[in-house]
């Protein structure tokens, strides 16, 4: 069982940045893959980054892709998502989630991760 918190979310004017942490529980954090996925009012829940078990791949949605960056630093049990160049349409709640099964590369799938934070809202101004 992995335990999730997200924090760092906030109110940013466009263009601005915010960097999320998620902080995990357990001492198997580094035999997860995570992802981050973000949900807006009336809306799915969508694919925002994912980093591999040992951080030595990353993926991106393209609406984000060369605005936010992934990392996770495993002996601190915990993932970020650095992001920058924000705009209104990024608002959202921000999840963190962790997959356990997967032992190459991460997943880009909601029902593919095992574990959920609480989430952290975002909200970007025009």
């Known amino acids: 069982q992995v335990q999730l918190v997200e924090s760092g979310g906030g109110l940013v004017q466009a263009g601005g940045s915010l960097r999320l942490s998620c902080a995990a529980s357990?001492?198997?954090?580094?035999?997860?893959?995570m992802g981050w996925f973000r949900q807006a009012p009336g809306k799915e829940r969508e694919f925002v980054a994912a980093i591999s078990r040992s951080g030595g791949s990353t993926y991106y949605a393209d609406s984000v892709k060369g605005r936010f960056t992934i990392s996770r630093d495993n002996a601190k049990n915990t993932v970020y998502l650095q992001m920058i160049t924000l705009k209104p349409e990024d608002t959202a709640l921000y999840y963190c989630?962790?997959?356990?099964?997967?032992?190459?590369?991460?997943?880009?799938?909601?029902?593919?991760?095992?574990?959920w934070g609480q989430g952290t809202q975002v909200t970007v101004s025009s």
């Open positions: 357990g001492r198997t954090f580094s035999s997860h893959a």
């Open positions: 989630a962790a997959d356990r099964h997967r032992t190459v590369g991460a997943s880009t799938f909601v029902r593919e991760y095992d574990y």
